[in-house]
């Protein structure tokens, strides 16, 4: 067979392969061109809120529905033309204009919720982690001494001064120093949330005066007392007045 015979026919299929895909491409596009309303956006994709987004209750109305906080996210239903469109949550329904929302077809936002679905879930085990090696730090003091007004558990420290010295040096976090201050920062969580790593408090007279680390399993490690030092007790052992987050996870 002669070298034209050869380079003619590798021709011929090289062109083959290239027709193909620009007919599957041809085809892609017309299924989206057909979603497509007068404002060239394609109605049945996803609108996500990156930022915020002031939902209206018509495109030439003052009137706001709602307005949308970051990561909310809506079925577009119409395209109204000049950046418009209507969008819907099944509770929500409106008009939103396109600059304050990213547009996702309906193979990117099934990505999109994957990924973030993946990183959720790589965020919550190094939150996890992180919470254990706190509780971990804070374990090795059992035993050690309670000393009133002690900042430090290697020599002695009381309550405020333990916890203290805990998140300073395994989480990096900054605390006030009495437990009636720290009872005050971070965000406060519900019985049913608490998580190995946050701070309990508990109060006499209405006023808080102690405070213990959770560890999970229904327990808490804390300086006691005098009597007992640091030692591991039931997190109900008082009555708890604030549980509280100040890892900010």
Known sequence: MSKFRVWYRIGIMALSILTAAAAASVAEAAEYESLKGPGGLASGCTAYVTGSADIYVSMDSYD?????????SYTIVSDEGGGWMGVTNGAV????????VEIYTADEWAAFQQDAE????????????RRQQIVNFALQFVGY????????????????GFVRYIMQNAAGVWLERTSC??????????????????????AKGGQVN?????????????????????????????????????LGD
Not at 118 to 129: D, V
């Open 64 to 72: 706001i529905v709602k307005t949308a906080s970051a990561g909310e």
């Open 181 to 202: 201050s720290q009872a005050c920062q971070g965000a406060s969580v519900g019985a049913d949330q608490i998580r190995p790593g946050d701070l309990v408090f508990y």
């Open 210 to 246: 102690h405070v213990a680390l959770y560890i999970g399993d229904g327990q808490v490690v804390h300086a006691s007392s005098e009597k007992s030092g640091v030692k591991v007790s039931r997190w109900t052992y008082r009555q708890p007045v604030r549980i509280a987050n100040v």
């Open 145 to 160: 001494p309670y000393v009133w007004g002690g900042t430090n558990p290697y020599t002695g420290a009381d309550c405020s």
């Open 118 to 129: 993946a990183q959720a879930q790589i965020a919550a085990a190094a939150s996890n982690e």
């Open 93 to 100: 329904t409106g008009f939103v204009s396109q600059d304050q």
